[in-house]
């Protein structure tokens, strides 16, 4: 008898463990948009001047800038094509970037500065590096608006319960079943005197 209270007792700790933890189906992480979004447009000097204040060979006044992820590319008003990536976007929609190519007079280039967005407006200012000139790069954009936040989204938990039942003429039995009671309520009830009383009835 004392053999079969210890492992009734072992069971029902194992079924109490069950009703603890149960088997998650998705989970309660929030699910928050961020900040930033896509920087792709076509820069231009707000103030009618050109894009790179100097440069070997024909002017730059134009960049057209196209985002995947944080992979750029860049075609000028030359048809000339820069690559690059884009650093991290803080949550004040700022990023740094860089950009790789070449003059019309063969020069190789490197762009580095900083993109800003501020609503469908984002503003390009950089750094434009050549092995004997350097000028600085300035223009603006319409750009797509940055997602905004959502409220956190939370799935719905499914509990998997621990059942177990004897008899005098049958061995203990333990199996798992799905219960569709809150979670922490089934284990209250499983582990209450009634619930005890009836189950050993």
Not at 6 to 26: P, W, Y
């Amino acid at each position: 008898m004392r053999g079969l209270l210890i492992l009734l007792g072992g069971m029902l700790a194992l079924a109490a463990g069950s009703l603890l933890t149960g088997c998650e189906v998705g989970s309660a992480d929030e699910v928050i948009a961020g900040a930033g979004g896509n920087f792709s447009g076509l820069y231009l000097n707000p103030d009618g001047g050109h894009l790179v204040s100097h440069n070997s060979g024909s002017p730059v006044d134009a960049l057209n800038l196209q985002q995947d992820g944080n992979q750029l590319q860049a075609v000028d008003n030359n048809n000339l094509v820069f690559s690059g990536t884009l650093g991290d976007v803080s949550t004040q929609a700022v990023a740094s970037f860089n950009l790789t190519g070449q003059t019309t007079a063969g020069a190789a280039v490197t762009v580095s500065g900083t993109l800003q967005k501020n609503g469908t407006t984002a503003t390009m200012t950089g750094l434009w590096a050549e092995p004997s000139l350097y000028g600085s790069v300035y223009g603006r954009a319409t750009v797509s608006a940055s997602p905004t936040n959502q409220p956190p989204t939370t799935n719905t938990n499914t509990t998997i319960g621990a059942r177990l039942q004897w008899g005098r003429t049958t061995p203990p039995r333990l199996w798992f079943e799905r219960d569709p009671r809150p979670a922490g309520q089934e284990l209250a009830q499983a582990l209450s005197p009634g619930s005890r009383r009836r189950s050993k009835a």
